[in-house]
């Protein structure tokens, strides 16, 4: 496998056309938006540069990685590619959408992968002709630091497949974990999702403040981050949305995101990307 597509150049998307570059694949980085697609190579290359400058990466590195990135906002770029991983935004019916094109535009022995990190993967798969193809990748963000990558078997993913994608992840520097039902939220999302909606829970009900929280999580359960800073990282809508994908799909009343964090979503506090969430950044 050498030739990789990625579509969606948002964070995640970038994020997994940098670390397929660096480890050597060819990468197309599609989007339906030009500037999109500028923006994603520049925070490449800025990303690329910190690497440098820290020695993980030479110049000559850098400029082989870039080297090997094409982005277009063609979809049928994606044709002579061995694996092709979507990664836009949360929403059913926008993923559903891509992976019918996708059936008719991929080569037969394509992998078709998904980056969701809620949305089961036989959702997906149910919409095309090779459900035995379709497989989740679920990669974390920032996914040039993050080394987990979440496997996600649909109810028809093939042993191959699986195998495929899990070379894959591995060789841009992944440790894998395997899910064998795609149940909503799959573990890492279920697990961040409770755990989450419940400290916003006793932040939104004044029991104790984002800090104490946090800072309990760290030093009680020895957690690298609390999970409201996680879900400031990750971003407070992605967490919102996955958690109420979640329990659209449970109904399990620990899933539904408390008022405070609808409110902040409407509002546009979203995390370091957005300079204020349940911390602020300057």
């Not at 459900?131 to 990748?137: K, L």
Request: net charge negative; charged share 20%; aromatic share 6%.
């Amino acid at each position: 496998m050498t030739a990789v597509t990625v579509i969606g150049a948002g964070l995640m998307g970038a994020g997994i056309a940098q670390v397929a570059a660096a480890a050597g694949y060819d990468v197309v980085l599609n989007d339906t938006s030009e500037e999109a697609l500028a923006r994603a190579l520049a925070g490449i290359e800025r990303s690329y540069g910190k690497f440098v400058e820290k020695g993980k990466m030479t110049g000559e590195d850098l400029v082989g990685a870039v080297g090997r990135i094409t982005t277009t906002t063609d979809l049928h770029a994606a044709d002579a590619s061995d694996l092709i991983i979507e990664a836009v935004f949360e929403n059913v019916e926008v993923k559903q959408q891509i992976f019918r094109q996708l059936d008719a535009i991929a080569k037969p022995e394509a992998v078709l992968a998904t980056n969701t990190s809620a949305i089961p993967v036989t959702t997906l798969a149910a919409v095309t002709s090779r459900p035995e193809s379709v497989v989740g990748t679920h990669f974390f963000s920032p996914v040039p630091l993050m080394r987990l990558c979440e496997l996600v078997r649909g109810y028809k993913t093939s042993d191959q497949t699986l195998e495929r994608a899990k070379v894959f992840a591995e060789n841009v520097g992944k440790t894998v974990i395997v899910v064998n039902r795609d149940v909503a939220g799959f573990v890492t999302t279920r697990l961040i999702s409770a755990l989450a909606m419940e400290a916003v829970a006793l932040v939104e009900s004044g029991v104790a403040t984002a800090e104490d929280v946090d800072t309990a999580c760290r030093l009680g359960f020895g957690h690298a981050m609390g999970p409201l800073e996680t879900s400031d990282l990750t971003g407070v809508d992605i967490i919102t949305n996955a958690s109420s994908n979640i329990y659209a799909d449970t109904q399990d009343e620990k899933f539904a995101p408390p008022e405070l964090l609808r409110r902040m979503v409407a509002a546009g506090d979203l995390g370091r990307k957005t300079g204020k969430g349940f911390y602020t950044y300057t």
